[in-house]
Nanobody, 123 residues
Framework: QVQLVESGGGLVQAGGSLRLSCADSARTVSNYAMGWFRQAPGKEREFVAALTGTGRRIYYADPVKGRFTISRDNAKQMMYLQMNSLKPEDTAVYYC????????????????WGQGTQVTVSS
C-alpha cells in the first residue's frame, strides 16, 4: 500500500521560499517516478515537476522553471520541492504523486497521490 505524506506548506510573502517534503511512509516507491502537482481554487490540478526513480531525468512546468527545484533521497524515502521567488499565483494545494512510469507522471495521471499541503503566498 503506497502512502505518500506531504509536509512543509504554509503562508509566505511574495519573494519568499518554502520547501515541501513528501515521505514514502510505506517504503514502496523508491524506484518509481515521483512528482508534484498543484491545484489552485477554482482551477484544475496542474503538473509542477517530476523526476525519474534515479533522479537523473527531471521535468518542470514552464511557470516554475528557474524558481523551483525537485529532488529525492531514496535512502530516506523522501522527495522535496524547493520553491524560491514565490509569487501569489503559486498559491495552491500541492500534491505529491508517484507512478512506475515517468510518462504517466508527466501526463498528469499518476497512480498514487498524497493528501496535499496548502501553500499560500501573500502579495
Amino acid at each position: 500500500q503506497v502512502q505518500l505524506v506531504e509536509s512543509g506548506g504554509g503562508l509566505v510573502q511574495a519573494g519568499g521560499s518554502l520547501r515541501l517534503s513528501c515521505a514514502d511512509s510505506a517504503r514502496t516507491v523508491s524506484n518509481y517516478a515521483m512528482g508534484w502537482f498543484r491545484q489552485a481554487p477554482g482551477k484544475e490540478r496542474e503538473f509542477v515537476a517530476a523526476l525519474t526513480g534515479t533522479g537523473r531525468r527531471i521535468y518542470y512546468a514552464d511557470p516554475v522553471k528557474g524558481r523551483f527545484t525537485i529532488s529525492r533521497d531514496n535512502a530516506k524515502q523522501m522527495m522535496y520541492l524547493q520553491m524560491n521567488s514565490l509569487k501569489p499565483e503559486d498559491t495552491a494545494v500541492y500534491y505529491c504523486a508517484a507512478d512506475p512510469h515517468i510518462v504517466t507522471m508527466t501526463s498528469g495521471v499518476p497512480d498514487y497521490w498524497g493528501q496535499g499541503t496548502q501553500v499560500t503566498v501573500s502579495s
